[in-house]
């Protein structure tokens, strides 16, 4: 498996940003997909999650509920993350990931994921 986050940059706080990230190597819609983010001297925190297998379970962490949404194109193989109102302290290194066999209860574990993409920097100005 193959993973490319792309769609990171420098935007003002109360701006809108969308990440993506391509699947390749597998069939995606087996994969349960997720993005996790890691700022400077802190541990990657979970950002949201979407199940895979066409049960399409949705959960995104407190800290971005109303403000970021989670969503796949199965046709495309992506998995995207489109975040608005963003906040200084959303400024972090956005990684997506992907695993088959990771279990609902389990997917806000970054541990739970098999694959990884490289990360794409996100930075808000305040």
């Known amino acids: 498996v193959q993973l490319q986050a792309s769609g990171g940059g420098l935007v003002q706080a109360g701006g809108s940003l969308r990440l993506s990230c391509a699947f390749s190597g597998r069939t995606f819609t087996s994969y349960t997909m997720g993005w996790f983010r890691q700022a400077p001297g802190k541990e990657r925190e979970f950002v949201a999650f979407?199940?895979?297998?066409?049960?399409?379970?949705?959960r995104h962490a407190d800290s971005v509920k109303g403000r970021f949404t989670i969503s796949r194109d199965n046709a495309k193989n992506t998995v995207s993350l489109q975040m608005n109102s963003l906040k200084f302290e959303d400024t972090a290194v956005y990684y997506c990931?992907?695993?088959?066999?990771?279990?609902?209860?389990?997917?806000?574990?970054?541990?739970?994921?098999?694959?990884w993409g490289q990360g794409t920097q996100v930075t808000v100005s305040s």
């Open positions: 979407i199940s895979g297998y066409g049960r399409s379970a949705i």
């Open positions: 990931a992907g695993d088959r066999t990771v279990i609902v209860g389990q997917a806000a574990n970054a541990r739970a994921y098999d694959h």
